[in-house]
């Protein structure tokens, strides 16, 4: 099993920048890709940022020049810098980690951290 743990989430107003961080820890063997998926009400869930075990990105449309993600391999943790927030950033946002173990994936999830961006 593997335990992922968010923070960082919060309410900010317009323009201004969060960074949210995930740490992955139990019985952890390979991780591959990393990332950060986000909920609005009423929406579904979209991709917002993934990052590959080799550092490749991707990130949706909405948010690319805005947000960065990076992870930090040597502790587990994927990070995602939220630059000029717009109040349609408004949501909880997922982490998720791709683990393989004896060559099988699972994709593990956070519990989401509550980010809110007032107008």
């Known amino acids: 099993q593997v335990q992922l743990v968010e923070s960082g989430g919060g309410l900010v107003q317009a323009g201004g920048s969060l960074r949210l961080s995930c740490i992955a820890s139990g019985n952890i063997f390979i991780i591959n890709t990393m990332g950060w998926y986000r909920q609005a009400p009423g929406k579904q869930r979209e991709l917002v940022a993934a990052?590959?075990?080799?550092?490749?990105?991707n990130y949706a449309d909405s948010v690319k020049g805005r947000f960065t993600i990076s992870r930090d391999n040597a502790k587990n943790t994927v990070y995602l810098q939220i630059d000029s927030l717009k109040p349609e950033d408004t949501a909880v946002y997922y982490c998720?980690?791709?683990?393989?173990?004896?060559?099988?994936?699972?994709?593990?999830w956070g519990q989401g951290t509550q980010v809110t961006v007032s107008s």
């Open positions: 990052v590959t075990s080799g550092g490749n990105t």
């Open positions: 998720y980690v791709d683990h393989v173990y004896n060559y099988r994936l699972q994709t593990y």
